[in-house]
């Protein structure tokens, strides 16, 4: 195919010069798709195919009208295709095409989604001879609104935790993370990103310093000790921005680095855990962002996800936070009319971003000073409001340079037309007084206008004709219509253009004369406008930095008043931060589960001698909700928000981690087991003795014997080495002895309470272990069938009177033998029904020794060992193991 000539040819050579997934080339009025892009797109986007021939062959070609390929784009990108577009431009011998840009998932400036839409980059360290302790270096940039991030992470489950948090649309993997399995199958499945292989050379060190020096400044590197790896990841993606030809590397002004010891680490399993920004099922609704997002902008709603999304340590920024939300809670009237001012502004940061690259229309720039004029509208309120004038609130609308602010929203208002047109090539865009030649233009236009529109009463008068129009269209241009009754008596100088039913159309020299002029006019107009209007953008793009600024501090009040509205509204109160270990929550609430049900408050009160609760409590009774809750409750204290709750006093964390459930896994076909010990792998490896960590059920998806054993042996390790605040849940009622023997840990439970059968919850935590777990109950409520529920309440009683692990035993009557684990003692009996093993006897002692009597010499040896261990001393883990293997030594007896 590729031997093909004419349009066709080009087609494909053009294909060549890119790596763009499809090829959208200009042929006149339209883009066209040819051959086997041309079936792509038709499929994705329903378009036509037809059939083009090129030299005897034939090809499918689908195609756009050129006004209407920015929709067509947009809609390939968010499907994850690259797509090159290619102009035509005219030459002396006819016309040629050149790619002028590829639009990818990263670069898309069309965007209408209000969520950041980041591309990010990520290096390998070890290949770029990092710095020592930079393993991973990232970059993140959203072309839409110019904001550029730097991160290093010390390995890949930090690099993966940094690429969940900013979830960008497409990632360019530097050289040597094109073969890192992990991370690539990672992003793959959790993040729904477009994978681009760029060019290795942009990622070379020396080439990417050189590009962020330029754009940012060596001062900034320098300040920032922003690391090589990190250098080359900012540096492919200004290489990558700029070869797409988004034109927008201008509205990149800044580089902030999204490291330091102020945020709290929040790895991606507890991000989708605690359901910050969807559900675990992936919806929006339900989400804690969804949940307590008041915001009135795009950018505020941006701005609060990232505040949900990097939580700070630093008190100091909290409480500043803290201050400004409780004013604004405690004045409603105030913060109601700084939202409805709000309502009004546009999105700042995205304005600047598309005057950068271009594309702003008039009313883009009608606008920016618009939403320029909001600023001194809010601080005009917060500086009438005492409240609000006593909080910190006038510090952040005084950050942006307020006199520049000015000037350019006069400089626009002046400018601009009130109500400007779309297209910016029509004219009609300024006011007067803008440009002197422009209302010089303007005025001997209108005066030419005015000589038309007064023609027909001055021909009236002068040459007493009735039934006199004057008018102007397409194909006659200017004329005069006279009622055909009239029409004979016009004088000679009109010259006859067309005949209508009733009436006749002329023209004069003079009125061509005036019509040739005011064309000419009305083009010099077109012209000196779009002139003046480049002219006028490329002075807002310049500004492009005070006008990000600007933003910023629009989102933030937006942000706080959202959270001062959701604190009123919901009764939340101002948490006490400090840097201990304590953390007493008193009548808690779970900040999404309140607004849907009639919630039954709940205190916590964690501290050093109590750092380990154990959390007990039957099948359903709000184990789960409890622990998010807490977490929830120190994530909103942490991002500087009120919280659900009477009284709180939160002691700052420095890392939330949770291990909890494993639905959506279990839906990609993954390993449970895999899945949760990888997690409680990473979370043993990270948690320190300032974080916070939430385990529920750790242990379940294996065997009982090995679950109890990790969960036990989790716990001491973290109780004991890592020392972090833990919340733990579990089933395994063998762990609430865990109190008994680790000073930390204290054990809750959820209540219930059970009445001749019928079990309700209580959802009230108490100190102190359940003392079981319900969980038939559950099962009846869910609807398994009577006969099962009743069978299962008789094994239970009897494995409750056992309270033991069962070992089974070889000979040809099957023996069971019973490990009473309470008394450390052993129970068997040599007939099959290991029920009626001698139930009235708690002597263990007495047991074994009749039992001895009738089972074979092997079996016996097993008793004697089994007899010799010394329970009390020996390890949970071991004593499990031993058990095991005497089980299998006696399956071999
Ligand atoms: N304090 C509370 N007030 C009101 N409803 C609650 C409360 N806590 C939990 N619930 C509700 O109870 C139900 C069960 O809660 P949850 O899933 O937390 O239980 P669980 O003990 O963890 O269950 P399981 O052991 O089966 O995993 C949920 O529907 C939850 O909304």
Redesign the pocket.
Known sequence: MTDATGIVGEFFSLKEETDAELLAMQCGDFYEFFAEDAETVSEELDLNVSQKSSHGSSYPMAGVPVDDLTPYLKALVERGYRVAVADQYETESGHAREIVRVVTPGTLLETTDADAQYLAAVVDGDSSGAIAGETYGLAFADVTTGRFLVADAADVDEALTELYRFDPVEVLPGPNVRTDDELLSTVRERIDATLTLHDTESFAPKRAGHAVREQFGRETIDRLAVGESTLAAAGAILAYVEETGAGVLASMTRLQSHRGDDHVTLDATTQRNLELTETMHGDGDGSLFETIDHTATSAGGRLLKEWLQRPRRSIEALETRQQSVAALSSAALARDELTDTLGTAADLARLASKATHGSADARDLRSIQETLAVLPALSETISSTPELADSPLPVIVDRPDREPARELRETLDAAIAPEPPSTVTQGELFQRGHDDDLDEVIERHEELKEWVDTLADREKRQYGLSHVTVDRNRTDGYYVQVGKSAADGVPDHYEEIKTLKNSKRFTTDELEEKEREILRLERRRADLEYELFEQLREDVAARAELLQDVGRALATVDVLASLATHAAENRWVEPVLHRGDHLEIEQGR?PV?EQT??????DVRMDDDRGFLVVT??????????MRQVAGIVLLAQIGSFVPAREAEIGVVDGIFTRVGALDELAQGRSTFMVEMSELSNILHAATDESLVIL??VGRGTATYDGISIAWAATEYLHNTVQAKTLF?T?YHELTGLAENLPRVANVH?AADERDGDVT?L?TVRDGPTDRSYGIH?AELAGVPDPVVDRAETVLDRLREENAIEAKGGSSEPVQAVFDVSSGQFRGTANGDGGSADHGSTDGGDATSEANETIDPDAKAVLADLESIDVNTTPPIDLVTKVQELQRRLENA
């Open positions: 779970h589960v049900t009639e919630f039954v408050p709940n409590g039957p099948n359903m009774s709000g184990k789960s909700t409890y529920d059920e849940a089933h959820v919850f959802r559950v």
